[in-house]
């Protein structure tokens, strides 16, 4: 019994550990096995209370506590060149994802081949996720789709060759990948829009990222979409991703293919704090299968970190914009406004949020928001 429950925290804490170096998460436990040979484990959770205009079954508001997110971290190094990690994922419908399963071979100091399940090369908001955005939270599937519509919360089995020069102020990753659940929750009622078609061929998704930092580098291929004020960041990113024949209904294939173009300024030391502005284009082309998912679509933030604490934390007002203009005509806005309290970057965050959300023949929906994001 001693050695089954031993054996079995053995195991996730290896799981955990692995997980911990691909998302260059800031929380969690080392423990070091010997020269370059390390398990590294830790958890996070974000949980949220919801109050949404006309939702609730009386026609009122709605009012609801929801588990957004809870995961696993595990990650390993067996030694200076091999690497990897596996992370998993429960969201309050209950649903079990391993999120990322895979290694890291360190072919250089500056390049690596990863292979598994992981992150494909995409735009920042996607490559940073729900728990390094500058707002908190995901990214509402407006403006940056695929990581809420696409794999597995934007993960895909594949290879990709990840890599940098310049002393790390040009990154790059290419890679090729399965790319089976292009359009995995945005059929009706968030199910599977894509269905497959015995004319399609089964040809793979080719995706790459190329970001250039004009100030201090960023080390990470798991990004973040802010640093709180420990760095100063200028930096463009453009990424694209294609699947011939990615897009399959009952009567039609067609290719698909995006690309976006990010761009992430943070200036330390304006004023009382630091100041951060972010903005993104995206452009989805399904070659005319699904016209609701084939558009074009922007988003654009600014915040602002306090230096100076209050309590145990820091205050972070933000503004959010996003819209998406599919070829419907059916477009899509939201817009936010809110705070954060940043206890410990990344790792303990507090964020209440206003947002009124606009669709096209539609009433607004206004929501009041309050999440919180621990990483331990």
């Known amino acids: 019994m001693t050695f089954k429950l031993k054996a079995r925290l053995i195991v996730n804490a290896v799981t955990t550990s692995l997980m911990l170096t691909a998302m260059g998460a800031q929380a969690g436990t080392t423990i070091s096995l010997g020269e370059d040979k390390s398990v590294s484990v830790g958890f996070g959770m974000r949980s949220s209370y919801s109050s949404v205009e006309d939702t609730s079954a009386s026609g009122g508001r709605s009012n609801d506590f929801s588990l957004d997110s809870s995961r696993l971290y595990l990650s390993g190094s067996f030694n200076k060149y091999i690497k990897g990690m596996l992370n998993t994922n429960v969201s309050d419908s ?42 908190g939270g995901y990214w509402a599937n407006i403006a940056s789709r695929y990581g809420w519509n696409g794999g597995i919360l934007g993960r895909d089995e594949g290879v990709a060759v990840v890599g940098s020069s310049m002393d790390n102020k040009v990154a790059y990753s290419f890679g090729a990948f399965e790319g089976d659940n292009i359009f995995r929750l945005s059929g009706p009622g968030g199910t599977q829009l894509d269905v497959a078609n015995a004319a399609a061929k089964d040809s793979l998704m080719y995706a790459g990222r190329v970001q250039v930092d004009f100030w201090d580098a960023e080390p990470d291929y798991y990004g973040t979409g802010n640093y709180f004020g420990s760095a100063d960041i200028l930096a463009i990113g453009v990424a694209g991703r294609q699947k011939t024949d990615g897009a399959t209904s009952l009567t039609k294939v067609g290719d698909y293919t995006s690309y976006s173009l990010d761009f992430l300024m943070e200036k330390k030391d304006v004023g009382p704090g630091t100041a951060s502005f972010e903005a993104a284009y995206y452009d989805y082309d399904t070659d005319g299968v699904f016209a609701s998912e084939q558009g074009k679509a922007y988003s654009a933030g600014v915040a602002y970190i306090f230096s100076a604490p209050m309590g145990w934390g820091k205050f972070m ?60």
Request: glycine share 6%.
């Open 317 to 376: 007002p933000f503004v959010r914009y996003q819209a998406f203009e599919p070829d419907t005509n059916i477009n899509v806005k939201k817009y936010e406004v809110g705070t954060n309290y940043v206890i410990a970057p990344y790792n303990a965050l507090i964020t209440v949020a206003y947002s009124d959300t606009k669709t096209d023949g539609a009433k607004a929906v206004n929501a009041i928001n309050v999440s919180m994001q621990f990483q331990f």
């Open 94 to 135: 209950g649903t079990w994802d391993i999120i990322d399963a895979n290694v890291q071979l360190q072919v250089t100091p500056e390049v690596a081949i990863w292979a598994g399940r992981f992150l494909s090369p995409s735009d920042r908001a996607n490559m940073a996720g729900p728990y390094y955005s500058m707002g």
